[in-house]
Nanobody, 125 residues
């Protein structure tokens, strides 16, 4: 089970840290992806961290502003989101994959077997 938290209302330019906590899953051995669904749009890629090695991937739209990390002791993956823009407004989901993901596949949502319920981020002044 994956549970996201940390969303909220923030002004443009602000920051949030989203958390993805796992129970019954060892995140160290899984690829954890973050995706988001903006109002009226399809769910899209955001970021991913591989289990073994911890390689990270980012969508171009968030590079330099978002940072994904993992705390093995807490079995939690974080998404630090900075310099927020109104277009970052969305429900953010984390997902876990036991499959091998690479630069060319991490954003394929069909590779992810477990999904959280989402946490809402609203960027507005």
């Amino acid at each position: 089970q994956l549970v996201e938290s940390g969303g909220g209302l923030v002004q443009p330019g602000g920051s949030l840290r989203l958390s993805c906590a796992a129970s019954g899953l060892g995140l160290d051995y899984l690829a954890i992806g973050w995706f988001r669904r903006a109002p009226g749009k399809e769910r899209e890629r955001v970021s991913c961290i591989k289990g073994i090695g911890g390689t990270t991937y980012y969508a171009d739209s968030v590079k330099g502003r978002f940072t994904i990390s993992r705390d093995s002791a807490k079995n939690t993956v974080y998404l630090q989101i900075n310099s927020l823009k109104p277009e970052d407004t969305a429900v953010y989901y984390c997902a876990a994959s036991g499959r091998k993901v690479e630069d060319s596949s991490w954003y394929d949502q069909s590779l992810y077997d477990f999904w959280g319920q989402g946490t809402r981020v609203t960027v507005s002044s």
